[in-house]
């Protein structure tokens, strides 16, 4: 197995951002956790979903089908709250690269999440090359 930091992130502001780029190649099941801390903010909401592409780059993601954690409310965006999707990645549609991307909405004074990528049933080792992560983009 290997965990992977996928984003970690404190938005002060209603805004989108995104998440470091993980190569998936080898591994069929994925487990995404999203958590949060305090967050302060007039009805702050956040939806967060993964995105994948075959370029390392995401020149053009799409949005991984049944892979969003849809729209959190200020009320359930409590300290320590901790969300979990897991399936398999392995479908014929898959895409070798993933993110995630996260969009905070309302009145948004603080709200800090970090996503983290396990990735699992992996039977080829990956290359050191494999370890190299991209940040393309951050959200404040």
Not at 110 to 121: A, C, E, G, K, W
Request: glycine letters at 10%; hydrophobic letters at 35%.
């Amino acid at each position: 197995d290997l965990i992977k930091h996928g984003q970690c992130q404190t938005f002060a502001s209603a805004t989108t951002g995104t998440g470091t780029i993980v190569d998936t190649r080898g591994y069929t099941y994925l487990t995404v956790f999203m958590a949060f801390g305090t967050t302060t903010g007039t009805s702050a909401t956040v939806a967060a979903k993964i995105q994948r592409d075959s370029d390392v780059a995401l020149g053009s993601p799409t949005d991984m089908a049944g892979w969003t954690f849809g729209t959190i409310a200020s009320v359930e965006l409590a300290d320590n709250t901790m969300y979990l999707l897991h399936g398999p990645i392995n479908d014929t549609n898959m895409e070798r690269y993933i993110r995630s991307t996260i969009t905070t909405g309302g009145t948004v004074t603080s709200v800090p999440v970090q996503i983290t990528y396990l990735l699992s049933n992996g039977p080829v080792v990956p290359t050191s090359a494999d370890y190299t992560a991209v940040v393309v983009a951050t959200g404040t």
